[in-house]
């Protein structure tokens, strides 16, 4: 198991930036596959971004590509999500995840979570 601990989260107005960070405990960080994802109220958790142990692969939800970008640093066990660009209906409360098989679009693919972080952006 890995430990995940998100910050980085707050208040932000549209068209503002914030930089979003997963930090890892517990286990080797570079064995593991790391996702975003987020859940507005009222919604389902989706999917945002994800990146494989290596840093070779990546994918964008298609919301939110060419306004956010994910990367990592296995030297400091983080994870990142730089968002800019944002917009109301970015808000949400944002997670990371993580999983040492596979690198997916689903919650399912993923076993270990963070508690998330707030992300609200005003109009």
């Known amino acids: 198991q890995v430990q995940l601990v998100e910050s980085g989260g707050g208040l932000v107005q549209a068209g503002g930036s914030l930089s979003l960070s997963c930090a890892a405990s517990?286990?080797?960080?570079?064995?593991?596959?790391m996702g975003w994802f987020r859940q507005a109220p009222g919604k389902e958790r989706e999917f945002v971004a994800a990146?494989?142990?290596?840093?070779?692969?990546?994918y964008i939800a298609r919301s939110v590509k060419g306004r956010f970008t994910i990367s990592r640093n296995n030297a400091n066990n983080t994870s990142y999500l730089q968002m800019n660009s944002l917009k109301p209906e970015d808000t949400a409360v944002y997670y990371c995840?993580?999983?040492?098989?596979?690198?997916?679009?689903?919650?399912?693919?993923?076993?270990?979570w963070g508690q998330g972080t707030q992300v609200t952006v005003s109009s």
């Open positions: 995840a993580a999983d040492r098989l596979r690198l997916g679009q689903r919650i399912d693919d993923y076993d270990n």
């Open positions: 990146i494989s142990w290596s840093g070779g692969s990546s």
């Open positions: 517990g286990r080797t960080f570079n064995g593991y596959n």
